[in-house]
């Protein structure tokens, strides 16, 4: 039997060949004229008379989304998105250093449950935003982060602050992306939006280079040689050239949405609600214990306190949800966290992982029913089956959760004794810091005293924000956030340095509050020169300084372990006049002068007169876990 192949006659092997070779060629020309974009040329024109810029769809893409700042350190990659901004009435705020802007995003994207948005040049400006994107990931924090970039035809050709930015990011940023053509920013930038604000929110990255942010004139005059070329080879790269900014202009300024998407944030099942229902139903010991995720939106944080009052099981508050009860809150305890959750028969973790925060989760009972609620299921089980287990891990959005948790419960009641036992420990505690507050100290100022004085002064619509060691773990203590989204702290990344650019967000975001920082004064290093950007933009906030002339929460545990207090020790440094000398108001508190009520008031009065205050506060040390000071 002849085959299929034998059949054939021999001389028909080199058309088929042929026909192949065209193919592949044509192919290959086709997916060439495709990458050079001439197909989408033939439809989409170049408007080569338009002074627009790709800076101004970015702020178009920006202004739709409800934003209203954009945080920068300026450089000549971003002034295109800076002035179009300005333009479009966002308001563009310089800080001193890059990190600043990021962490303001942070804070504004924290209390306004929207995206924050810091525009940082090429190079060195991005590098040094890379510890609050870090700590914005960390802390899940929606941050856009723009970022300038040497022109899609110079990357990785020694270009001025040119660097690879992607791979930089890359492991930061849940989304990154490199613009290539302006009519890409617009969809680039919404998919970015989305990207932060969905599933676990986190920052994103987005780089615009040079050439896709400045008008076509400047572009053209940078890119494509003035006088015609000579020779085949030059007239070759010229073509390519030209090409090439056709290409990046193409379609620019045709009207594309601006508006947001549609969000995508994962939802509990009405079976595992109803399973934790009946879990808490035969609790006799239940406990809550709240984390930030608990304040992500779309539950608002007024809707969130109801149900949890609604639920009335006592709660823990941690990171974004403290003061989410208000002040002294009967359900609110605060103090012996450990002690509690050893005696509670179910616990439920809404928003807070078992990280070091709760030891690994071994600080958990072995007998509790644990039920955990996290939009994040790695996080969700960190460290689970090693040091405890869930009864329920629920998978979506922690206040939807709790919402319909409290709708699930309602009429339930708790024995009354199980949430007295907790407050009996909570004032108990209490009073062991009064105690402390009388206890004679070496020298200067008694800092449980201060900050006691502190926690009466402020007024309701106080938003704390807190960057330091010490004299910081020991304010947590003792001062009480007024109500929700009032506290700002670095989170689980604990990074010193937060405070200016956090209070910079909160200011800007609640005008009408009064901010008040509290730092380490090693802490307060990082955060000095932004009161000349507190001064420049009129925001006045209040800094109070914990002055221990040391980074005391290192050399406590170094010198006892290691002999030695080596790079532990600062000065009594006037702080206050530093920042006299930037344009803020300088006050000092020390032993010598320790009207500690009159000049918190005076304090106050400067800020409502519109000045950035720093009250340099001579004090004792502190140990932040029980409040001892070091005589
Ligand atoms: C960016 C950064 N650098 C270093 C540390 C390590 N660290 C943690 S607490 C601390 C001391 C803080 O000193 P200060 O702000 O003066 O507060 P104090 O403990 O003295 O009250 C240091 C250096 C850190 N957490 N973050
Ligand atoms: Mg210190």
Redesign the pocket.
Known sequence: METLTAAAPAGSFFPSFLLLACGTLVAALLGCAHRLGLFYQLMHKVDKASIQHGGENVAAVLRAHGVRFLFTLVGGHISPILVACEKLGIRVVDTRHEVTAVFAADAVARLTGTVGVAAVTAGPGLTNTV?AVKNAQIAQSPVLLLGGAASTLLQNRGALQAIDQMALFRPLCKFCASVRRVRDIVPTLRAAMVAAQSGTPGPVFVELPVDVLYPYFIVQKEMVPAKPPKGLVARMVTWYLENHLANLFAGAWEPRPEGPLPLDIPQASPQQVQRCVEILSRAKRPLVVLGSQALLPPIPADRLRTAVETLGIPCFLGGMARGLLGRNHPLHIRQNRSAALKKADVVLLAGIVCDFRLSYGRVLSRSSKIIIVNRNRKEMLMNSDMFWKPQEAVQGDVGSFVVTLAEGLKGQTWASDWAEELRQADRQKEQTFREKALTPVGQHLNPVRVLQLVEEILPDNTILVV????????AAHLVQPRGPLRWLD?GA?????VGAGFALGAKLCRPDAEVWCL????????SLIEFDTFVRHKIPVIALV???A???????EQVPCLGSNVA?G?AYTDYHKAAMGLGAQGLLLSREKDQVVEVLRDAQQQCRDGHPVVVNILIG??D?RDGSIAV
């Open positions: 510890t960057d330091g060691g010490d004299f910081v773990g020991t670095p990344f604990g990074t010193l340095g730092f380490g004064d090693g802490a307060f290093g990082y914990g002055n221990d040391g980074w005391t929460q290192i050399s406590r532990c600062l040390r502190t932040f």
